[in-house]
Structure formats: C-alpha cells, structure tokens
C-alpha cells in the first residue's frame, strides 16, 4: 500500500508555471506508476499524465502534450510534474494516484481513474486569464 499527498498548487497568471509534487510513503514505492488525474467543477476527473515505475516511459493527454513534464526520483519517493504555459482551461483541483500495471501496453491503457489504486487529496491549481 502506498500513501500520497499532493503539494506546489496556487494560483498563477496565465503562460506562468507550477510545479507539482507527489510525496508518497510505503518502501514499494519504486514499484508503481504515478499518474496525474484534475478535476475542474462541474466536470469528471480526466487523466492528464503518468510515468512508469521505472520512469522510463510516460503517457500526457494531447492537451497537455508539450507543456507538461512528468518525472520522478524514487530515491526521494517523489514524483514531479511541471506545468508550463499554463491556460486559464487548466485550472482544476490536481490528483496524483498510483498503480501497478503488468505490462506497458495496460500502463499506456491506463487513461481512467477506476484503473488506478491509490489517490491524494488534491491540490487546487488555478490559471488567471
């Protein structure tokens, strides 16, 4: 089992960054992949990125592609997302989640939140316009 907690949300002007952090505890850490889930209201929680256990391989969403940059350090049992270029269409409560998946192709499938495990609590990143 693995706990996480979210942090580096705010509010920042519109072509700003941020970046987010996703603390985890649990020595497996090492062994799940991340993902990167937000929710604005009114609206599901759509998928936004992921990195494998390793962090050999990541996953974006196409409208993130580009301007965000998933990467981890397991030795610090974190993993980082940063957000460039940030739209006022951005702006949403950020979730970081973990699972682990057999295979790339199921990691690389792994677009929904029932197919991951383990959730945060959330940090609010807004985007002025």
């Known amino acids: 089992q693995v706990q996480l907690v979210e942090s580096g949300g705010g509010l920042v002007q519109a072509g700003g960054s941020l970046r987010l952090s996703c603390a985890a505890s649990?020595?497996?850490?090492?062994?799940?992949?991340i993902g990167w889930f937000r929710q604005a209201p009114g609206k599901e929680r759509e998928f936004v990125a992921a990195?494998?256990?390793?962090?050999?391989?990541?996953n974006y969403a196409d409208s993130v592609k580009g301007r965000f940059t998933n990467s981890r350090d397991n030795a610090k049992n974190t993993v980082y997302l940063q957000m460039n270029s940030l739209k006022p269409e951005d702006t949403a409560v950020y979730y970081c989640?973990?699972?682990?998946?057999?295979?790339?192709?199921?990691?690389?499938?792994?677009?929904?939140?029932?197919?991951?495990?383990?959730w945060g609590q959330g940090t609010q990143v807004t985007v002025s316009s």
């Open positions: 649990g020595r497996t850490f090492s062994s799940y992949a």
């Open positions: 990195i494998t256990s390793g962090g050999g391989r990541t």
């Open positions: 989640a973990a699972a682990v998946f057999p295979s790339p192709a199921r990691f690389l499938g792994a677009m929904g939140a029932t197919d991951w495990d383990y």
